[in-house]
């Protein structure tokens, strides 16, 4: 597995282009049953596929935080929200509150989160593969692919199992 993570940022880059075509075409005209397509592959990958092995997310990246998420675990922590935000996060520069480094300062050496029950949303989410109006989050896809190894395969298989058309305007 460690491998394959290894591989992953040169992988993606390899696929960048082929996967900005797919969803530049996929976000002119979704298939009507791309929301349950995208449940059942992201149901599939992750029947073979155990977070806790990887974790890579944790470890590289970090989640923005709302404010919903900062109350929440800060009360988990028994403490104030502006303390946690001081001990914990910044502000991006999109003003967002994430992490102040990475690897996430709740990921224990075996890889479980030691806030797993009140994680913030986009902890919960990642990958995001099985979001309705999938089509709609295209560069987020693209990142992921980078990063998780769940994401990669489900974007290669998406790819082989549902070809999209290129409808030309040319006559034969």
């Known amino acids: 597995m460690q491998e394959f993570i290894d591989q992953l940022p040169e992988l993606a880059k390899d696929k960048q282009n082929e996967n900005k075509k797919y969803f530049a075409k996929l976000k002119k005209k979704p298939p009507k049953h791309l929301?349950?397509?995208m449940q059942d592959l992201h149901d599939e990958e992750f029947q073979k596929t155990d977070c806790l092995e990887c974790a890579n997310c944790c470890k590289t990246t970090g989640p923005?935080?709302?404010d919903i998420d900062v109350d929440r675990i800060a009360k988990h922590l028994k403490m104030k929200s502006h303390q946690f935000e001081e001990q914990y996060l910044r502000k991006d520069e999109d003003g967002d509150f994430v992490l102040q480094q990475t690897p996430c300062a709740f990921l224990a050496a075996d890889n479980y989160c030691l806030i797993y029950d009140v994680r913030p949303k986009a902890c919960k989410e990642?990958?995001?593969?099985?979001?309705?109006?999938?089509?709609?989050?295209?560069?987020?896809?693209?990142q992921n692919v980078a990063i998780?190894?769940?994401?990669?395969?489900?974007?290669?298989?998406?790819?082989?199992?549902m070809p999209l058309e290129h409808k030309s305007n040319r006559r034969a």
């Open 126 to 142: 990642f990958p995001h593969t099985d979001r309705k109006k999938f089509y709609q989050i295209s560069n987020l896809t693209m």
């Open 148 to 161: 998780c190894p769940a994401a990669y395969n489900i974007v290669e298989k998406m790819k082989a199992t």
């Open 35 to 37: 929301d349950r397509f």
């Open 64 to 66: 923005l935080f709302t």
